[in-house]
């Protein structure tokens, strides 16, 4: 069960183990070569909002960056079974995220927070947003009217995301990221100094030269090939829905005091 307050790290990293969001995660290894194939193919879906040309056509080059950056078995051989995300890398990138949080903070900056999956990630993306207006950071609201041919862009808890059918949508695509950035330059309004957010969100924005930071899980390799290249800032690896949203509760707390928001 989520622990009480702010773990240590080493509190931290065993409760990821223990709920899943790092360590045997359900992620099985075939799912994550697949994804890992499609992207080395050219399958823009796996893109997730980047624009990765041919430099990652080997999925070999692939696994070698989610085996350092995520802590997937980084044996080709390894085809079928129980994958892993290192509960210790996990943490690292907490650390590394919460020290770009701190500099938001510092700067009073523009930050805009946006989800492509709510149903696990949307309150840490709302508590991040609630203590960085505390700090004195200005949380964008985007624009209101914004569609993708997936949905409707909408803006719940301070986070965005994609809404279909009266309900909050999974996506990976950069698309609603792209609506509202473009929908922000066409209001003369600023474009956000930091985004924190995951999937397309998180890639389309970076790729377009902005600060960006995100979450994503070890079968959505972009991220981190993102980071490796220098275009993301930070991505961190979890399991990005596990059975609980409130087993991500200890992770944030502890980034929010690392970055001395709590």
């Known amino acids: 069960m989520p622990i009480p307050g702010t773990p240590s790290r080493a509190e931290l990293a065993e409760h990821l183990v223990s709920t899943r969001i790092a360590g045997d995660v359900a992620t099985p290894r075939e799912n994550n070569l697949s994804h890992y194939r499609k992207l080395a193919n050219g399958d823009r879906h796996f893109w997730l909002g980047l624009e990765l040309g041919d430099r990652w056509s080997d999925e070999q080059d692939v696994l070698a960056v989610m085996a350092e950056r995520v802590g997937v078995n980084d044996d080709p051989e390894y085809r ?10 996990t943490v690292a990138a907490l650390e590394r995220m919460a020290g770009r949080l701190r500099k938001a903070a510092d700067g009073g900056q523009r930050v805009l927070f946006a ?8 309150d840490v993306h709302r508590a991040t947003a609630d203590a960085l207006r505390t700090a004195g950071c200005e949380i964008v609201v985007i624009p209101e009217g914004l569609t993708t041919e997936e949905g409707y862009v909408q803006q719940f808890a301070d986070v965005a995301v994609l809404e279909h059918g009266a309900s909050l949508w999974h996506t990976h695509s950069g698309e609603p990221m792209k609506a509202i950035l473009t929908g922000l330059e066409r209001a003369g309004r600023p474009l956000p100094d930091l985004v924190v957010a995951d999937h397309g969100w998180a890639g389309y924005a970076a790729q377009h030269g902005l600060d960006s930071v995100g979450y994503a899980d070890c079968n959505d390799p972009a991220l981190f090939l993102a980071e490796s290249e220098g275009t993301l800032q930070v991505a961190v690896p979890l399991d990005d829905h ?11 707390a502890y980034l929010l005091t690392e970055a001395g928001l709590k």
């Not at 079974?81 to 210790?88: A, F, L």
């Open 80 to 89: 079928y079974g129980q994958d892993t995300i290192d509960p210790e890398l």
């Open 115 to 122: 989800t492509g999956h709510p149903g696990g990630l949307l």
């Open 242 to 252: 596990v059975v609980s949203p409130r087993y991500y509760d200890p992770m944030t």
